[in-house]
């Protein structure tokens, strides 16, 4: 096993597990992972048999950690379940299956443009945390580019946890039909 590359990707992804709110992580996370040397598969296998089973018991706790897991106690964790079994976690979590996606758009990408995709991915996904998004700011922005970025990526990995957040918090999240109103004011914008 390769401990030292698994390292960056179990941190990355213990992320997924924190008591807030982790969407607004997912871009730096499929950074990390389209980074890292595993197939979508092998980084599916690693979420599900080796981080999974430690750091879902964060989101059981009436008061979980938020701020991020210690490195030292996550990777020994990890470790010492690793020597004992390799069994998957009953863990089905939807931000996994997000993160993953917007990796293999990442990975599609010339390298250099990554790191400008996930800008406009965290800039545009305020438009799903919060419903007076703080003010969305993109360099050189071509709003038929976004258009396509906002309905080919960022709807099918942000937009279907629009109204189970909508659910819980009114007051916090936008429905589906306030973050397509605040989009189109955006695009407007932009003309």
């Known amino acids: ?33 389209a980074e890292s040397p595993f197939t979508i598969a092998e980084l599916a296998d690693i979420f599900a048999c080796e981080v999974a089973p430690i750091a879902e018991q964060n989101l059981r706790l ?30 089905a979590h939807e931000d996994w299956q997000a993160v993953a996606f917007l990796i293999s758009i ?11 995709r996930r800008a406009i991915w965290q800039q545009l996904s305020k438009f799903f945390l919060d419903r007076d998004p703080a003010p969305v700011t993109i360099e050189n922005a071509n709003a038929a580019a976004l258009e396509i970025i906002w309905r080919d990526e960022m709807w099918p990995s942000y937009g279907g946890f629009a109204k189970t957040y909508r659910k819980h918090s009114r007051a916090t999240y936008p429905s589906p039909e306030e973050i397509e109103q605040a989009w189109t004011r955006f695009k407007n914008a932009l003309s």
């Open 1 to 33: 096993m390769e401990t030292n590359e698994r390292k960056p990707v179990w941190l990355a992804m213990s992320d997924l597990f924190l008591d807030t709110d982790v969407r607004i992580w997912y871009p730096r996370v499929a950074g990390i992972l």
């Open 106 to 116: 990442l990975r599609r990408l010339e390298e250099s443009e990554r790191p400008i």
């Open 62 to 91: 009436v008061a979980g950690e938020w701020g991020g897991f210690d490195q030292e106690w996550l990777f020994s964790r990890i470790l010492t379940r690793l020597s004992r079994s390799n069994r998957k976690s009953d863990a």
